[in-house]
């Protein structure tokens, strides 16, 4: 009982990693969600609290524009300078702030011709005095005019303020700046009108403002100078606040003085995580223990009762929630008692991809899927090697001829105007990757040379339809080395720029047979090749380059032949292609759910046809019922009780259409039955008739079982709909384990991700280990070789793999 009890310490290590996982997480988060908004968020507090520091020094000063505007209007005036002088004594007792002294300047000699200076200058003493001071008039102390504050603004035009630098008075050792401004009378400039204003209050409020909130400020005039500082240290990642303001070209730095932003970001994240890392590790702890009390702790039951039980035995625990644990139990029980009847089968069909006309696909389609379904069904039964190889051959027969009227029904499909081009992102090497995977293996096999060349930009992507242009190319390599018994096939890829559109050519030159001049049109005819012989002895519908042709021209592109008789030919072919940046590659998980209980209907007038859906379906746990036509079917669903229908469209008496238009005109709950359209009939208006009466999904012929559990999963609701409690949620360690391991490389496979397939399937090997099956390891072997050469092993390897490995695991 070991192996239950590791569950517990997997849990418990799985909590441990988690929660340092979950820790981790939070606290790199929460830096990085919360750090940046934080920091900015501080830095604009910082930059605001400087914007309020220089909105509150420019307040006053800019008011002082105000009185100096009205010094300006005085001195322009035609008054006397004893009125002047009334008027000036006036306005600076009226005057308070920070402008403590101001006057006005007159031109030397313009007042009165035998005195140079006459100023009309006032001061505003501590208590308030005015006072008229005269000292400025002196003509022995150089005379004002020489002043800078005066010369600034000679002849300046009206308006103009200019600040003078930061300066010291000399009588009150107070700081002090003046702004100048010229004033005109009757446009000739008369003089000189200045403010003073006194700086201790600014100095005052900036110390009080810094002291209060913690900051460092420096103050600088337009010139650089320091005006004041208060506490302003620089230190390593410092943020530093800048702001410069009013006309006079001030600036102003501010820091904060005690705490870095820095400092205060890491204390709020640290806040933030202390409130949140608690929580979060409760709810882990709490989600812990709900998932042991209600899920660890049954399953370990469970597994000791397997454990103990013997052979064939059933699980007996007492377990009373109507859970997936339930129902786990009692399908474990239900198994049990079939298990050695009940094998598990994977059905992997080959995909419809082709439209085609309704009579033809009808009438051979449906018979072919008969003989393939059947084929591969009793492939996977236990045969002789004898029989396995008579059924090998008439399977690869029958897939022979499927390829043979694939190529017929996709001219239809092109003659008809059906076929419609995708147009998806995918890159140059998947194409170049693929054909020499095939074909260097083909030339090898004949002795011929085989050789790519690229001088398309290394990592290219185009968005276009990649099978088609898959198609060609492998429609034109076949032709190349069915024709060549000698010598070399190359393939080489360049681009051209024609009209401002772009191409992608494609040249496929080879040492063949070649072709007569005579008969290289009529190649590209359908159903016919250079000679009648060439049939016989190649064989072939002769439609393959029919159909080259005409998807080079749906790709607006076209096809070019140079051949002689003896020498080789040479294909080149022009596509239009639209380069495109790479896509990230997607994989699509087929799911699957357990379908044991739920009961199917299959409308099939075609007898094989239905067994063979009936073996499929019952391999995934529906109970089938078979009728005939549409008619029958429509009685069925309404007296008896199915959860699924799938539903045949051509058929006697009434067919797929009148059936599903005649079920959902139902007047109960049985109206709203899932529908699958099962049907070999593929053109697009057929299609879209069933589904316009009502049928949800097209499932179309042969089957294609991926096809089919993907739609049984995406309409999981609806198929439930009557058995609610039977729906089984698909659990996230459900891809574990072998099938788990199997079911990745298939992926891989499909999606031609050859290197990431191969890992799984050592995985796989691994996991099986020496088999003492000799039939087993032949396939293994083959599947192996195939993957190395970058190839899709074939679908019978892979259905042997499939079923073999289901025993394995059984």
Not at 320 to 342: G, P, W, Y
Not at 446 to 473: C, N, T
Not at 626 to 644: K, S
Not at 724 to 730: A, D, H, N, R, V
Request: net charge negative; proline share 3%; charged share 25%.
């Amino acid at each position: 009982m070991e192996r239950s009890y590791s569950l517990k310490r997997k849990s418990i290590y799985a909590l441990a990693f988690y929660l340092a996982v979950v820790v981790t997480l939070i606290g790199t988060i929460s830096y990085r969600v919360v750090e940046p908004p934080t920091r900015m968020q501080l830095e604009r507090n910082l930059d605001l609290r400087t914007e309020l520091i220089s909105a509150q020094i420019r307040e006053p000063i800019d008011s002082s524009l105000g009185i100096l505007q009205a010094v300006v209007t005085i001195g322009s005036n035609h008054e006397t300078q004893s009125h002047q002088a009334e008027l000036l004594f006036k306005l600076f007792s009226l005057t308070d702030g920070l402008t403590v002294s101001g006057g006005l300047w007159p031109v030397p000699r313009s007042i009165d011709k035998d005195v140079a200076y006459k100023s009309i200058f006032f001061n505003r003493a501590g208590d308030g005095v005015v006072d008229r001071v005269y000292s400025w008039d002196n003509p022995e102390s150089g005379g004002y005019d020489n002043e800078a504050w005066y010369t600034s603004v000679v002849n300046k035009p009206v308006g103009t303020t200019v600040w003078s630098q930061v300066y010291i008075d000399p009588f009150t050792q107070v700081q002090m700046i003046t702004a100048s401004s010229p004033y005109y009378i009757d446009g000739v400039f008369a003089g000189v009108a200045t403010v003073d204003l006194s700086l201790e209050n600014l100095v005052s409020f900036v110390r009080k403002h810094a002291e209060e909130y913690d900051l460092g400020v420096i103050l600088k005039d337009s010139y650089g100078d320091v005006i004041t500082e208060h506490n302003f240290q620089l230190v390593d990642d410092i943020y530093i606040s800048q702001h410069t303001f009013g006309d006079f070209n001030w600036s102003v730095d501010v820091v904060n003085a005690k705490r870095l932003v820095a400092e205060q970001v890491y204390d709020v994240v640290r806040n933030v995580e202390l409130g949140i890392v608690p929580i979060m590790l409760a709810c882990v702890m709490l989600g812990y223990l709900l998932i042991n009390r209600f899920l660890i702790a049954p399953i370990v039951l469970i597994a000791k009762k397997v454990d103990d039980s013997k052979r064939g035995g059933i699980i007996d625990i007492t377990y009373d929630s109507n859970d997936e644990i339930r129902h786990l139990i009692d399908k474990f029980n239900q198994k049990t008692v079939f298990l050695e009847a009940e094998k598990v089968k994977a059905q992997a069909s080959t995909k419809a991809k082709s439209a085609f006309l309704a009579t033809l696909s009808h009438e051979i389609r449906t018979p072919m899927n008969g003989v393939l379904g059947t084929a591969q069904i009793l492939l996977k039964t236990d045969l002789t090697e004898e029989q396995r190889k008579h059924l090998k051959t008439l399977y690869e027969s029958g897939d022979h001829m499927m390829t043979l009227l694939n190529e017929i029904l996709d001219f239809s499909k092109i003659e008809q105007g059906h076929l419609e081009l995708e147009h998806q992102p995918f890159p140059l090497e998947s194409i170049i990757g693929s054909i020499n995977s095939v074909y260097f293996t083909l030339c090898s096999e004949k002795g011929l040379q085989f050789k790519v060349i690229s001088e398309v930009p290394q990592g290219r992507w185009y968005r276009s339809d990649k099978a088609r242009l898959r198609q060609i190319l492998f429609n034109l390599l076949t032709n190349a080395v069915k024709f060549t018994s000698r010598g070399y096939v190359e393939v080489y890829f360049t681009e051209k720029r024609a009209n401002g559109v772009d191409y992608l050519h494609i040249r496929v030159r080879d040492t063949g047979i070649g072709i007569a001049k005579e008969s290289q049109e009529k190649i590209f005819k359908p159903f016919e090749q250079a000679e009648s012989s060439t049939t016989r002895r190649f064989g072939g519908t002769g439609l393959g380059l029919a159909i080259v042709k005409q998807l080079c021209e749906l790709m607006d592109g076209d096809i070019h032949l140079t051949s002689e008789v003896g020498i080789g030919s040479c294909f080149e072919v022009q596509l239009k292609m639209e380069s495109c940046e790479p896509a990230l590659t997607t994989v699509t998980e087929h799911k699957k759910l357990s379908y044991n209980g739920l009961r199917a209907l299959i409308v099939e007038d075609n007898r094989t046809n239905a067994i063979i859906l009936t073996t499929f379906m019952s391999s995934k746990g529906f109970v089938c019922d078979c009728v005939e036509n549409g008619e029958l079917a429509v009685h069925a669903v309404a007296t008896g009780e199915y959860d699924l229908v799938l539903m045949d469209n051509h058929m006697p008496v009434m067919d797929g259409v009148e059936s599903t238009t005649a079920i959902r005109g139902l007047h109960d709950s049985k109206a709203n039955i899932l529908i699958f359209g099962c049907t070999a009939d593929v053109f697009k208006e057929t299609r879209e008739r069933m589904l316009g009466v009502g049928v949800d999904y097209i499932v179309s012929k042969p089957v294609d079982e991926t096809d089919l559990d993907d739609a049984l999963f995406a309409y999981a609701d609806k198929l439930y709909q009557y058995k609610p409690s039977l729906l089984k949620s698909q659990n996230e360690a459900e891809g574990e384990g072998v099938e788990g391991v199997l079911l990745k490389c298939f992926m891989a496979i499909e999606n031609k991700e050859f290197s990431a397939a191969l890992i799984e399937f050592n995985q796989i090997k691994q996991i099986i280990g020496e088999s003492d099956d000799a039939f087993l390891r032949a396939c293994l072997m083959r599947i192996e070789e195939s993957l190395v050469r970058e190839e899709s092993p074939s679908q019978e390897d892979l259905d042997i793999l499939t079923v073999q490995i289901t025993d394995f695991c059984n």
